[in-house]
């Protein structure tokens, strides 16, 4: 029997086996079921249809890990219409790009951020402005609450396939204009299964939303966490103090973020005497960039929690890999932590390579460089009206997969560690050196408290490692360190041609949303009076 993966599934089957059971934190106080949940947004989809939005209209939805979140996107899908997140940490402008880009019909904006949307309100296609506060915003925008509440749970939910795209997810643009990822039903189907199977997550969950929703639908959570019928604990951001607090105060079981949320965790966690965990025990997911040894040992060891990394790409929905693999990391073992640390193996029905120039898979021998290449369905199926981004994504050392632009080395048991991006590998002398390792090093250094390394233009080696390093006392005219400490640091635990000898101190860190850092910038402001970069990144 072949029956059709739709993302409206998710929530139809929460209804149905947990309609009494609690859904929803709200970050107002409020508290709603699955029915409730289920109802708020069917009212939500009779508004739009009311309001002529129809299958394949595209609706941007700009908010932080609200409840207005879920119930837009959720009214949003099931009527076909196409999902559209937005990241709400850009400006006007780049609102204007997207919006245009997309053909946006509508929004729901966050009375925080509905502002930015105003601004350029006259110059995008947009006709419905929705929001949460009206009172708190310029212009004319309608009440989300006020439009639920008066309007009936009624709408025509129309024949879907799953070969239909349902959701644009926008890049970061480090490389040009943000390209919209064009995920369909299917891919986001089989996505939120592969999440739900690898990140065991069980109808007894209690789901923290640190990670953007924006950002990849929250790595598919909005349907994996609904679909099993777990409990979403929504936020308006990242607050130390509050995710502590909400971690005991809601039994949260489970949490995904950045490694910086983890440090940010960290710190707080030694200038204040808080408990790490309510009645559930907790596991933690990390991603956008390797987290040090050091976090992982101390979000396990000091938090009692458990850590597994997850890698992936926007264009991948985004799981590629993940190190949430019990039968080849002894917990017992000193070598654990350097493990976990990995990006891991494949998830199922996924084919993950490391491939050299001509498209052949590297020796598993943890030494020699590839780029990372993947096959599965959850990849995209293009970018929306770009296809010659989107033929150039799937062609390059092997015609087909999408090639991630990221480098990397597999062990002896197929578990893959990125040394670095295609465009950040240092090329000093003729060697490569990889950005990571520095970087790993210098976060071991009690006085480090975030960290990049670029390469830097060199007249003798062409190229050589650079740390731009923000201090543990976050005052960089004032450091509890000096340049020549850090080096002399990196020359006792590294090769010599590896060793830091370039070190700038820093308030903070260009960074994305989910908390990568931008390094494309560095790179930028470090180069901008070369003709080239030897790597030509």
Known sequence: MEVPLLVTDFLDRARKYFGDQEAIVATTGERFTYEEFGDRADRFSAVLQERGIEK?????????????????????????????????????????????????????????????IEAVRDDVPTELFITNDPDAVEGEWEDFDALVEGTEPEYDRPEMAEDDIITINYTSGTTGDP????????????????VTIHHEITDDDVYLWTLPMFHVNGWGHIYAVTGIGAKH????????????????DEDVSFLCCAPTVLSMLGEYYDAND???????????TAAGAAAPESVIEMVEAEFGWHFRQLY?????????????TRRLIDEDSEER?????????????????????????VPWDDETIGEIVVKGNQVMDGYWEKPEATEEAFDGRREGWFHTGDLAVVNEHGMVAIQDRDKDIIISGGENISSIELEDTLFDHEAVGDVAVIPSPSEKWGETPKAFVVPSNEDPENPPVAPDELTEFTKE????????????FVDELPKTATGKIQKFELREQEWDEEDAMVGEG
């Open 493 to 504: 635990r590294l090769a010599g041609y590896k060793v830091v000898h370039r070190v700038e």
């Open 233 to 248: 604990v929504c936020t308006r951001g990242v607050d130390a103090g509050q995710i502590f607090e909400d971690i005991t």
């Open 337 to 361: 932590f350097a493990l976990k640390k990995r990006q891991g193996i494949a998830p199922l029905a996924t084919e993950v390579d490391v491939v050299d120039e001509d498209g052949d898979v």
């Open 56 to 116: 394949g209209d595209r609706v941007a939805v700009l908010d932080p890990n609200t409840h207005y979140h879920l119930e837009a996107a959720y009214g949003i899908m099931q009527l076909g219409a196409i999902h559209a997140p937005l990241n709400y940490r850009l400006t006007p402008d780049d609102y204007d790009y997207l919006l245009n880009d997309a053909g946006v019909k509508a929004i729901f904006a966050d009375y925080e951020y509905a502002e930015k």
């Open 179 to 194: 390209k919209g990822v064009c995920r369909t039903h299917r891919t986001e189907s089989l996505h939120a299964q592969l």
């Open 312 to 324: 992936g790409a926007t264009e991948t929905g985004p799981l590629i890999s993940t190190s949430a």
């Open 274 to 284: 808080v408990a790490t965990e309510g009645e559930n025990p907790m596991r933690v």
